[in-house]
């Protein structure tokens, strides 16, 4: 269990704050069959700071209030248990290449079977294109961000007790 100081709350409450401000701005590509979440790209700070998982999971929470109609309750509790699997295994996976791939496995599966459900678009091709989106995103993008911010001293600081 971890041990949260106030630093940590607030920290915390700014990832979320952060995760959420980039999905409004990005609104049109943050839900859908074919969707483009930007602010995924912030899970990455969960190598930097295994705490993060707890931002992560909130900011999803509170965008997801955001999603559209039928689709809210579904991504209020599936769209949020997707990314608090893929921020958890990822602090659990110790190979970055392999554990940046979690986020399009649990996004692609659940996110897409939510998108099944509730618009009753195909299965398999729904999956798909939601993982390719967040494939897009966490790997095709974050893996290089990672390695910029990996190297950056003043940025790694940010996250020293």
Request: glycine share 8%; with cysteine.
């Amino acid at each position: 269990m971890f041990h949260f100081t106030l630093k940590d709350w607030i920290r915390q409450s700014l990832i979320a704050a952060l995760y959420v401000v980039l999905v409004l701005l990005f609104l049109p590509i943050s839900f859908g069959e074919i969707q483009f979440r930007v602010a995924e790209l912030l899970l990455i700070v969960v190598f930097f700071d295994k705490k993060a998982v707890l931002g992560l999971t909130v900011g999803t929470f509170v965008a997801n209030l955001y999603s559209p109609g039928p689709q809210l309750p579904f991504d209020l509790t599936l769209g949020v248990l997707a990314t608090c699997l893929s921020v958890v295994s990822m602090v659990w996976i110790k190979n970055k290449y392999i554990a940046l791939l979690m986020p399009t496995l649990f996004n692609g599966i659940i996110v897409g079977y939510i998108l099944h459900i509730v618009w009753g678009l195909p299965l398999l091709l729904t999956m798909l294109y939601v993982a390719i989106g967040e494939f897009g995103v966490t790997y095709v993008v974050g893996l290089p961000v990672y390695k910029i911010l990996n190297k950056h001293t003043g940025f790694k600081s940010l996250f020293e007790e």
